[in-house]
Each structure stands twice: as structure tokens, then as C-alpha cells.
């Protein structure tokens, strides 16, 4: 399984982006994908993750009711839309994906590039 992440950039607070996160390989539609996102200085933090169907999300508190996570696997793509960004949201967002629905970078097997997300206050 191979990903690639792309769609960051800088954006003012209160702004918004979307990343996509294109997943090739034969057994994409077996995968749960997920967002995580690295900061300067600090450890690699969940952001947001999908099963496989897109019947379950999950999405952590600090960007609850801002970020969506969703996927159209007719185009092997998974989407983070970003509104509301904050400064504290800047970092390197990574999209990886796992067996199973989870938050713990180490249960996902396979990652991709990262995509720098800068919010200017």
C-alpha cells in the first residue's frame, strides 16, 4: 500500500484547507486510514481516522466539530477538511493507514508523505 498526501499550504486562523491523501495498491479497500499530524518539538499526535466502508470515524477532541475525515474509494482517496485552523494546528500532517480503525500511530503499517499545514495568527 502506497500513499501520498498532498493539499497543505498557509493559511490565515480561522481559514480552512483540504488534504487528500491518494492510497494505491490492491487492497486499499481493506484499509482504515488515518491522519496524524507532528509538530516542531513535539510527538506525532491522531488527528482523525475512517474505516475502510467510511461507516465509522473517528476524530480526536482537540479538532472535534473543526476537522472532518471522509473517503470516496471510487478515486482510492482520503480526505481531511480543515476549518476554523488555529495556529496551534500547524505542523506536518502524515495520512497512514491499518488493519483496523485505531488512534495509536503504531498499530498503522504503512505511511505517507507528510504535508506542511501552516496557520498564521
Request: aromatic fraction near 12%; charged fraction near 15%; include cysteine.
Amino acid at each position: 500500500v502506497q500513499l501520498q498526501a498532498s493539499g497543505g499550504g498557509l493559511v490565515q486562523a480561522g481559514g480552512s484547507l483540504r488534504l487528500s491523501c491518494v492510497v494505491s495498491g490492491r487492497t486499499f479497500g481493506t484499509y482504515a486510514t488515518g491522519w496524524f499530524r507532528q509538530a516542531p518539538g513535539k510527538e506525532r499526535e491522531f488527528v482523525a481516522a475512517i474505516t475502510w466502508s467510511g461507516g465509522s470515524t473517528y476524530h480526536a477532541g482537540s479538532v472535534k466539530g473543526r476537522f472532518t475525515i471522509s473517503r470516496d474509494n471510487a478515486k482510492n482517496t482520503v480526505y481531511l477538511q480543515m476549518n476554523s485552523l488555529k495556529p496551534e494546528d500547524t505542523a506536518v500532517y502524515y495520512c497512514a493507514a491499518a488493519a483496523v480503525l485505531d488512534s495509536i500511530w503504531a498499530q498503522y503499517d504503512y505511511w505517507g508523505n507528510g504535508t506542511q499545514v501552516t496557520v498564521s495568527s
